[in-house]
């Protein structure tokens, strides 16, 4: 079975600072690594994925994320935040692209001025 | 090129009512999956549809049933609602050559 955990319920950080928000996956197969962003009231939008290759990924919004095998996570970075970046962030894992998605619980990013 | 579109966006039930909610997946999609997401978690699977076979079940009871059609468009029922099933229920088409799913903006269930 897997299973996805996000190890920060809530980041606050200012405006124009770096931030990473953490996550950490099991599973007893490959798998493929996503990050999704959920604005208030809104569905999920893909900001990017790990299928195989690099391991540095790079998404939209100036989001970035790095698979590492051997500590089994999948870290999301985005070097200098925005105001407009406050929404809640999921990280998910599958086995195919057409397969389920496993999520974690989320982490709230929460950018001030 | 459509996305995936759900409807209605909110609707309120009494408990011990049913539902149905619907999707419509995006063009050249075959795959259909719905999750359940309550206030403050993460989407939880329900279950999947390819090519109008139910193709993975999640731990939901069987009053969580759906439909998938020849259009690939989707339906979730709901029988015998309960409170807890108050939630953001979220679509996701896909295709069985992709490698993503892409989201619908959910449908807000109240049930009171």
């Known amino acids: 079975a897997q299973s996805v955990t996000q190890l920060d319920s809530q980041v606050p950080v200012f405006e124009e600072a770096p931030v990473e928000l953490r996550c950490n996956y099991s599973s007893s197969v490959s798998v493929y690594l996503f990050w999704y962003v959920q604005y208030p009231n809104q569905g999920l939008q893909l900001l990017l994925k790990y299928l195989s290759g690099s391991t540095l990924v790079k998404g939209i919004n100036g989001f970035e994320a790095e698979f590492n095998k051997s500590q089994t996570s999948f870290h999301l970075r985005k070097p200098s935040v925005h105001i407009s970046d406050t929404a809640e962030y999921f990280c998910?894992?599958?086995?195919?692209?057409?397969?389920?998605?496993?999520f974690g619980k989320g982490t709230m990013l929460l950018v001030s001025p | 090129e459509t996305g995936v579109t759900q409807s209605p966006t909110h609707l309120i039930k009494t408990r011990g009512q049913q539902v149905t909610l619907r999707c419509s997946s995006q063009s050249g999609h075959n795959t259909v999956s719905w999750y359940q997401q309550a206030l403050g978690q993460g989407p939880q699977f329900i279950f999947q549809?390819?090519?109008?076979?139910?193709?993975g079940r999640g731990n939901f009871p069987p009053r969580f049933s759906g439909l998938q059609f020849p259009n690939y468009s989707s339906e979730l029922n709901v029988n015998a609602l309960e409170l807890d099933d108050s939630a953001l229920y979220l679509c996701?088409?896909?295709?069985?050559?992709?490698?993503?799913?892409?989201f619908g903006q959910g449908t807000r269930l109240t049930v009171v």
């Open positions: 996701a088409s896909s295709s069985q050559t992709g490698s993503s799913a892409f």
């Open positions: 998910a894992v599958s086995e195919g692209g057409y397969s389920t998605l496993t």
């Open positions: 549809y390819y090519r109008e076979e139910e193709n």
